[in-house]
């Protein structure tokens, strides 16, 4: 009797061990495959209301502003708690990256997005924001001549509506082109269409692969238009940097040259620099030319899912950002004044500079004095940052923090941005919240110079500089990953609205929706006119 039960054991085990094993390999596949469910994600799921991941990560911090929850979107995303934030800078690349989680998001392998870019990073961070002083004129050059070109219906004394949206990207496009490429080629509207469509169309080969599950992938790269238009962009570019390449390429026996900040060329032999002899091609620098209209770009916004940002593909992120600051001083012209007074009173102070064109310019240092300009574009970016998560990460390998918390290989991390820069979220204060200073509003409510004012207290001149990053200021990241090129942003940004201030009046239209901050994302239509009052006057001279 036992002989038979143990045979009929034997011959159960015999179809069952299979089986299982089967069914978990399979089990195993479907996830990492089909579903693309990280394993074991012990953390509450927070439900994502029609695809809003602002809504979503708003309501996960205010249930859990002090543990992980996960965001069931494709792929799902671990939101950690703030407090980890450090942890998260500080983790070594191999542990976890962010160039990785773009090279995953935007399938490096066929877009070259997320790779290496050391060289380019070096060329941003030494060489590009320690000329922004030198890149004063042209800067304010290109942003006088764009202007002119693009508003050239808006009469003097009369109001006219402006889609703010597409003039804000050919200025900024513009004005970044003059110092990457060049007069002749910033202005052209093929390079102007390439360098933005590069970003769109990676971002529509990261959306059209999306639809595939990992396995079929391979199968569908070479039927993707978006991927086709990609690879012609990269054509384009390279085609452009041709002539550039030939004239800074040292001949044999020849030294580098050298050329000055400003100069066409400057930008691009600042990359030479940093790479070795073999990638000294204008392939290659057609390339690092698409990934920095592609940083500048969308980088994050691209990983973040975030549905507003992804209707506004097209768009750079300077750009976005600079939409936005145009959208604040529409929304809130009660500080229109007080920042054309700073201007005034700045300028009466320094005078103008001439270039060497006998332009007159605004010298780097005089804009710099202008405290309240920087503070409203701190606050603008605080209370509509690019992306409501931010920092993100995707994991090398199983990581287990200092808290006990562990997260396994392959996961996409993110922190809580947008909640933690808004004290009323959650009672969890960033620093603004414990160092406010007096007469500040709550930190939900939009207050132009909170920053200017929180200068102003002993110790802090540095620390809430719209350039700043840490605690509670998580704009452009924080740690070795933070954005290299916020300060060429940011003086981008100034030198606009500034020029904004000096000419134009603005305004929403009368009959502009209600949802401001949803409208601004679609059609943001400004009204602007020449102020005649104000219009170009001349600056004396010191
Ligand atoms: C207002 C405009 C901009 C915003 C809000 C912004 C924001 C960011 C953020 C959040 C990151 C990731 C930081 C992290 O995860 O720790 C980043 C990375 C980066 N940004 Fe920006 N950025 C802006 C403009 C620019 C511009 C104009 C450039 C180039 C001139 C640039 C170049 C880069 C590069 C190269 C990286 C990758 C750094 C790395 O991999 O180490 N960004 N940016």
Not at 156 to 175: H, K, N, T, Y
Not at 304 to 312: F, K
Request: charged residues 20%; hydrophobic residues 40%; glycine residues 6%.
């Amino acid at each position: 009797m036992a002989g038979q039960v143990l045979d009929l054991f034997y011959d159960w085990a015999g179809v069952l061990v299979p089986t299982v094993a089967i069914a978990s390999l399979v089990t195993v596949v479907l996830r990492k495959t089909i579903f693309e469910i990280p394993p074991s994600l012990n953390f509450p799921v927070v439900h994502v209301p029609s695809n809003d991941t602002r809504d979503a990560i708003l309501e996960g911090y205010r249930k859990y502003p002090d543990s992980p929850f996960v965001l069931p979107i494709n792929p799902p995303r671990v939101v950690l708690p703030m407090s980890m934030f450090k942890e998260v800078v500080e983790t070594a690349e191999e542990d976890m990256s962010f160039r990785e989680l773009v090279h995953f998001m935007f399938s490096g392998h066929n877009t070259h997005l997320g790779v290496n870019v050391d060289e380019l990073v070096s060329a941003i961070r030494i060489d590009l924001t320690k000329s922004i002083g030198a890149l004063m004129p042209i800067l304010q050059d290109e942003c006088k001549l764009a202007f002119d070109t693009i508003l050239k219906n808006v009469k003097e004394g009369e109001w006219s509506a402006v889609l703010a949206q597409g003039a804000a990207l050919q200025i900024v496009s513009r004005m970044s082109g003059r110092v990457f490429v060049g007069p002749e080629l910033c202005r052209q509207p093929g390079y102007l269409r390439t360098s933005t469509m590069f970003t769109a169309d990676a971002a529509k080969v990261r959306n059209d692969l999306q639809q595939y599950n990992q396995l079929l992938r391979p199968f569908a790269v070479p039927f993707l238009n978006s991927l086709k238009s990609l690879r012609g962009h990269l054509q384009d570019a390279k085609k452009w940097m041709d002539p550039i390449t030939n004239e800074l390429l040292p001949k044999k026996g020849e030294r580098a040259k050298i050329v000055p900040a400003g100069s066409r060329g400057a930008w691009i032999s600042w990359l030479l620099k940093y790479l070795p002899d073999h990638e000294k091609t204008s392939t290659k620098l057609g390339l690092l030319q698409m990934q920095v209209s592609f940083a500048s770009l969308h980088t994050t916004t691209g990983a973040t899912t975030n549905v507003r940002l992804d209707i506004e593909i097209f768009q750079t992120r300077t750009q976005l950002m600079f939409k936005q600051a145009l959208l604040d001083l529409a929304t809130y012209p009660q500080f229109v004044d007080g920042l054309r007074q700073e201007i005034d009173s700045v300028l009466a102070e320094d005078g103008e500079a001439i270039d060497e064109n006998g332009q007159l310019y605004i010298t780097k240092a005089t804009i710099a004095k202008m405290k309240n300009l920087d503070s409203f574009l701190k606050e603008s970016q605080r209370l509509t940052p690019l992306a409501f998560d931010g920092m993100s990460r995707r994991l090398h390998k199983k990581v287990t923090f200092s808290n006990g918390i562990t997260i396994p290989k392959g996961v996409l991390l993110t922190m809580p941005i947008y909640p933690s820069h808004c004290k009323s979220q959650s009672e969890k204060n960033p620093i603004i919240g414990r160092d406010c200073a007096p007469n500040s509003a709550p930190l939900d409510v939009f207050d132009a110079y909170r920053f200017a004012r929180l200068r102003e207290i002993p110790g802090n001149e540095a620390k809430y500089q719209s350039t700043a990053t840490g605690e509670g200021q998580f704009t452009f990241g924080h740690g070795p990953n933070a954005c290299p090129g916020r300060f060429f942003a940011l003086y981008i940004m100034k030198v606009i609205m500034i020029h904004v201030l000096r000419n134009y009046d603005l305004r929403l239209l009368p009959d502009a929706l209600e949802d401001v901050q949803l409208v601004c994302q679609i059609l943001l239509m400004g009204l602007f006119r020449l102020s005649s009052d104000r219009g170009r006057e001349a600056v004396s001279l010191k």
